[in-house]
């Protein structure tokens, strides 16, 4: 088997590193910005060492990142106004 590189690009990334705590659990994430997610950022739980694609939309479908994230049932309304400070919104993108 041979690999073939269709592409590769270079970016300098932006990493933020949260220590989260609530009343009960602590949370620790990575959040990665980057113009190769279609606006979306990397987030990655350092406990559960999962990472899930995310944008200021997605938060409203919590099925899609409570678990991956490792995020207790009583901390899902604090994480989802969380992830709308720190978050973009999706970008509109032109399909061709």
């Known amino acids: 088997m041979t690999l ?4 590769e690009q270079k970016e300098q990334q932006l990493l933020h590193y ?18 190769q997610f ?8 350092i406990q559960s060492g999962k990472m899930v694609l995310l944008c200021q939309e997605d938060t409203y479908s919590d099925d899609h990142w409570v678990e991956r994230l ?4 009583e901390d899902i ?9 720190v978050l973009q919104t999706r970008p509109f993108l032109e399909q061709y």
Do not use: P, W
Request: net charge negative; glycine share 10%; with cysteine.
């Open 4 to 7: 073939d590189i269709l592409s």
């Open 18 to 35: 949260f220590c989260l705590i609530s009343n009960n659990h602590r949370y620790d994430l990575t959040i990665g910005y980057s113009e």
């Open 38 to 45: 279609f606006g979306k950022a990397m987030v990655t739980s």
């Open 70 to 73: 490792g995020i207790q049932g």
């Open 77 to 85: 309304s604090e994480f989802q106004e969380f992830f709308s400070l």
